[in-house]
Nanobody, 125 residues
Framework: VQLQASGGGLVQTGGSLRLSCAAS????????MGWFRQASGQEREFVAT????????YYTDSVKGRFTISRDTAKNTVYLQMNSLKPEDTAVYYC???????????????????WGQGTLVTVSS
């Protein structure tokens, strides 16, 4: 199993980035996919998730209207389009996969089985 996150970098406030997470080694279509982030000295927190069917998407309140999660089953890849970035979005972003994630746990770390290595996003003010 491998989750390879990429797309992080340094961007100015108000800028955009698109993160990608390429998955392999498991049945992608049966797994919900999520993005979490961890700022320096902080706990890892939920950012966004898309259900295994792709029919539902959920976001933490602080990114609603700015971030969009999507998945491409043909490419076994999940994306996080991040617009209107703010300095408080600075963190290491991790993608994760969970077998048929359910509503009660899809916003929690425990709802996921596999984790990628993370990609650093830095937003300068």
């Amino acid at each position: 199993v491998q989750l390879q996150a990429s797309g992080g970098g340094l961007v100015q406030t108000g800028g955009s980035l698109r993160l990608s997470c390429a998955a392999s080694g498991f049945a992608f279509g049966d797994y919900g996919m999520g993005w979490f982030r961890q700022a320096s000295g902080q706990e890892r927190e939920f950012v966004a998730t898309v259900t295994w069917s792709g029919s539902s998407k959920y976001y933490t309140d602080s990114v609603k209207g700015r971030f969009t999660i999507s998945r491409d089953t043909a490419k076994n890849t999940v994306y996080l389009q991040m617009n209107s970035l703010k300095p408080e979005d600075t963190a290491v972003y991790y993608c994760a996969s969970g077998y048929r994630t359910i509503t009660s746990t899809m916003r929690t770390l425990g709802g996921y089985d596999y984790w990628g290595q993370g990609t650093l996003v830095t937003v300068s003010s």
